[in-house]
């Protein structure tokens, strides 16, 4: 038995069409499916499936994102403190 | 198989209650074909599983809601207390009941796919509602952590609420005023946010959502940043720039974080902070 390994190709080819049909983000307007299902529509087996969503799912953004979720973060925390708290003097610049 | 009693299920809340529940409530298994997808229900996880018992609680203090850094709430704010109840309602069920429990992992079985929501689990059993935002709010505590036990036992069910936390009375106000709610103004898609909406005759109506984003925000220093640094990392060929990278403070806090990731697994609260349905700010000295 090899290590299970998705091949690239497949992986671009399935990755947008997985992503929005999967469950993985929880959705407020409908279910998402499975990776059975979705293979089933697909027609790709479900361990290629399940492997082009976990990828797909860190795949969404670059790095920089997270710097900017950080910076985000930091400043949403520190306004709504400032606000809360009635102390402009903690508001960061 | 015992003969369930007839108090069982208000035994069992009394239980959870006593345990350091804020909130419990009981779903009726069936209720999640409607919206779960094949393995994520409870039948999935538990052959013959007829209910789903929900507890909620451990909210954030009002302390941590006005704590100057982010990194508080993403520190503190755990699913762990509300866990050990959780698995204090199994360990009843089986031991008082005689019945199967199961205590949901609260971690994912694949990927960012948890094994069954818990969000849903928490509307079923009619402890509260989803908001614009996303998380479930109750309307008597508003934002607060679930863990949940399926189970064999026939318990009494409670129904879905029927009236939401979400738009509080204040968030409807600035909805006519400025088109906005609070959720919305600190996160907004169309500026590099996560979500989208309005509110159409009293109700919260999403129109769309970034989850990718979300998640960045939600998992900064977790599996997915640390994922995000070692591919960076691996890329790097200069071995001085691979330890910043290696040594910073990104991955350092992410590896903290990681640490703890069966129960700490959420960093962003910003649309909650912001949310008068999620917490109300009360005057404290």
């Known amino acids: 038995m090899t290590f299970f390994r998705l091949d690239p190709e497949v992986y671009a080819r399935h990755r947008d069409e997985v992503l929005t049909l999967s469950n993985s983000f929880q959705r407020i307007d409908r279910r998402g499916l499975s990776d059975r299902e979705i293979a089933e529509r697909l027609g790709l087996d479900e361990r290629t499936v399940t492997e082009i969503r976990v990828i797909a799912e860190r795949d969404c953004y670059p790095l920089d994102e997270w710097q900017r979720a950080i910076d985000f973060k930091r400043k949403a925390c520190s306004d709504w403190s400032a606000a809360a708290l009635k102390r402009p003097d903690l508001k960061e610049p | ?285």
């Open chain 2, 1 to 285: 198989m015992t003969e369930l009693p007839s108090d069982a299920t208000k035994r069992l809340k009394a239980v959870a209650l006593k345990a350091g529940a804020s909130v419990v409530g009981v779903a009726d298994a069936a209720a999640f074909d409607a919206y779960a997808p094949a393995k994520h229900r409870p039948v999935d996880l538990l052959p013959g599983a007829r209910t789903v018992v929900v507890v909620g609680g451990a909210q954030p203090r009002a302390g941590d809601w006005v704590a100057t850094s982010p990194w508080l709430l993403s520190t503190m704010g755990t699913t762990e207390r509300i866990q050990g109840v959780g698995r204090r309602i199994a360990q009843a069920i089986e031991s008082e009941l005689g019945y199967y429990a199961l205590f949901v992992p609260p971690g994912t079985a694949a990927g960012d796919a948890p094994f069954m929501s818990l969000m849903l689990a928490a509307e079923l059993a009619g402890l509260g509602a989803r908001s614009l935002a996303g998380p479930v709010l109750n309307r008597e505590h508003g934002f607060m952590y679930w863990s949940a036990v399926v189970t064999t036992a026939p318990l009494d069910v409670d129904g879905p609420e029927t009236e939401a936390a979400c738009p509080a009375p204040s968030c409807r106000e600035m909805w006519e005023r400025e088109r906005s709610t609070p959720c919305l103004r600190v996160c907004p898609l169309e500026a590099g946010g996560c979500l989208e909406g309005r509110l159409e005759d009293g109700r919260a109506v999403r129109t769309a959502y970034d989850a990718g984003r979300c998640s960045t925000r939600v998992h900064t220093h977790w599996v997915g940043g640390f994922q995000k640094v070692l591919e960076e990392t691996l890329n790097e060929p200069d071995r001085e720039r691979r330890k910043m990278l290696v040594y910073g403070d990104f991955m350092t806090r992410t590896l903290w974080a990681i640490t703890y990731s069966s129960t700490n697994i959420a960093q962003c609260f910003e649309c909650m902070r912001a949310c008068p349905a999620a917490h109300g700010l009360k005057e404290m000295r």
